[in-house]
């Protein structure tokens, strides 16, 4: 007995030694992605395609992973009327936090007036009007756009929101036929199990997806451009900060108890593929994992997470304000007040929109300029260049929005496991790496026979 508790104990710590040299061999490869940008900005934009292919490989698994997510949480909970309550305080909670990081983007944006003084010139205008996305569609064609043609093609779309209302119905109707959808459920599992090994999988080529982005976008941006533009990118990295550390991690203290720091130290890994991606959506498979792992309930999970990526845009709201604040200004025609709360409330909708977009930062700036205030498009050309870099922190701070939003969603309908939060966030209980699920049963079909008897936080207390 004592020989297999050691073998059991060790094996954790064998996982995760392989994956540490992965995310080291990512960190050396940013920084020469880095390198190679300065040193050859010609060849290094030609690298781009090294990073879309990973991001690409990622977002392939992103609908099978919520699908299974979210029908093997809905399925273990026996009142649908739950998970109503999840969607709508996570709705809720978005839209208030969206108003927040508009209302923080304004306050910082109106002090610093970054773009006073700029100069617009016709190459600039023509690249504003470039960024005019035909993709972003306007609120009631967005809603409509969320049903897929066929059940099947919600998994092909691309759309996340698709492929969420396909899993919500599936969900809702294996809850309804009780015990006889167990064995679907089952299978469900075992399919989630081969996913997320798969992506376990995939991950491997991080560090090659991770040069290859971070070259083309220094080198695509150079050194000029983040000279000329620094107050703003200063600006908008200092207030996305605040937003994170100070209303986040105070809502995350009031409402959950938790240390923010603690909280993203354990998505350290995740952050860092972020950064070295510039996308956002590249994380939100682990995210989901990990939410599990740190012991949020599957329905919690499996709605917040996925419906916070088109919802929950913390840093695109920041974003938005600022930029429009600066291109404002930047063309001599400076907003009252009472013109741009109307503005941004009109880009606060645009936005959902735009949800999944590729580049929705700026796509969705440029539409919604073009819709309310069609002579400020052209000046969308100025930060077109520095648009990447920015999106670093675009993207960092909606995931920890999004990360945070869980936990507290969680907290919120009593849906998290206090006790396992601790033991994982302490290093007592960690991810595995290799499966990225938490495998306490080996034999699957024992540990979710009785899911629709169960609440979907029941089997996540297990440790």
């Known amino acids: 007995m004592s020989s297999a508790a050691n073998t059991a104990a060790t094996t954790p710590k064998a996982k995760r030694d392989r994956t540490h040299y992965l995310y080291i061999a990512v960190i050396i490869a940013v920084v020469a992605g880095i390198t190679v940008g300065l040193a050859a900005p010609d060849f290094a934009v030609e690298l781009k395609p090294l990073g879309t292919g990973f991001v690409n490989l990622i977002k392939m698994m992103i609908s099978p992973i919520i699908f299974c997510?979210?029908?093997?949480?809905?399925?273990?909970?026996?009142?649908?009327?739950?998970?109503?309550?999840?969607?709508?305080?996570?709705?809720?909670?978005?839209?208030?936090?969206?108003?927040?990081?508009?209302?923080?983007?304004?306050?910082?944006?109106?002090?610093?007036?970054?773009?006073?003084?700029?100069?617009?010139?016709?190459?600039?205008?023509?690249?504003?009007?470039?960024?005019?996305?035909?993709?972003?569609?306007p609120p009631v064609d967005f809603a409509l756009s969320i049903i897929p043609t066929t059940m099947i093609s919600a998994f092909t779309s691309g759309t996340v929101l698709q492929t969420l209302l396909v899993a919500l119905l599936t969900g809702f109707a294996l809850q309804a036929m009780g015990s006889t959808g167990a064995p679907i459920l089952r299978g469900v599992e075992h399919v989630q199990r081969l996913v997320f090994r798969i992506l376990a999988m995939v991950m491997w080529a991080a560090p090659i997806g991770a040069f290859g982005a971070i070259a083309a976008v220094t080198g695509s941006a150079g050194v000029d451009a983040l000279k000329s533009l620094a107050v703003l990118m200063l600006g908008f990295y200092v207030t996305c900060f605040l937003f994170v550390f100070i209303v986040l991690g105070v809502m995350l203290r009031l409402v959950a108890g938790l240390n923010i720091l603690s909280l993203f130290k354990y998505l350290g890994r995740e952050f860092l593929l972020i950064l070295s991606t510039s996308s956002s959506e590249s994380a939100l498979p682990r995210l989901i994992a990990k939410m599990e792992h740190l012991g949020v309930s599957k329905p919690v999970v499996g709605i917040t997470v996925p419906t916070g990526y088109s919802f929950n845009l913390d840093g695109t709201m920041i974003y938005m304000t600022m930029a429009s604040l600066y291109i404002a200004d930047a063309m001599g025609t400076p907003m009252s007040v009472g013109e741009q709360i109307p503005l941004l409330l009109f880009l606060l909708v645009a936005s959902k929109g735009a949800a999944g977009v590729s580049g929705a930062g700026l796509a969705t700036l440029a539409g919604g300029l073009q819709s309310h205030k069609p002579a400020l498009v052209d000046g969308v050309g100025l930060i077109v260049g520095i648009d990447r870099f920015m999106s670093e922190a675009r993207a960092l701070t909606n995931f920890a929005g999004n990360a945070v939003a869980t936990v507290l969603i969680g907290t919120w309908t009593k849906e998290i496991d206090r006790e396992r939060v601790d033991q994982v966030l302490a290093g007592h209980l960690p991810f595995d790496e290799k499966t990225l699920l938490d495998d306490d049963s080996d034999g699957g079909d024992d540990a979710h026979a009785e899911l629709p008897e169960q609440g979907g936080d029941k089997e996540l207390a297990k440790a």
């Open 69 to 137: 997510t979210i029908v093997l949480g809905i399925g273990s909970v026996r009142k649908a009327a739950k998970v109503g309550a999840v969607g709508g305080i996570a709705l809720g909670y978005f839209m208030v936090m969206s108003l927040v990081a508009l209302a923080i983007g304004l306050v910082v944006g109106n002090i610093l007036e970054p773009g006073t003084g700029l100069h617009i010139t016709e190459a600039i205008k023509s690249a504003g009007q470039g960024q005019v996305d035909a993709e972003a569609l």
